[in-house]
């Protein structure tokens, strides 16, 4: 296991520690960092998820709003 060291402002710490008093920090601590690593990590893939759909789009064929209505009154969207 790795041990790692941070600065933070001393409202903080003190925050921290009253908050988690008796409780396991270095847990507590893992786990903000797991849940931190994995909202990077989805905000990533929904920047590379809507960088896509804007990729496709510019090959999308472009139709009319009257073509788009006539498409949907038929059934064919």
């Given at each position: ?35 931190a ?41």
């Amino acid at each position: 296991m790795a041990t790692v060291n941070f600065s933070v402002p001393d409202e903080v710490k003190k925050a921290f520690n009253t908050t988690f008093q008796g409780q396991n920090k270095s847990a507590i601590i893992a786990t903000l960092m797991r849940e931190a690593v994995e909202r990077a990590q989805r905000k990533l893939r929904a920047q590379e998820a809507a960088a896509r759909i804007l990729e496709r789009r510019r090959s999308a064929p472009v139709i009319t709003a009257a073509e788009f209505r006539s498409a949907w009154e038929n059934g064919r969207l």
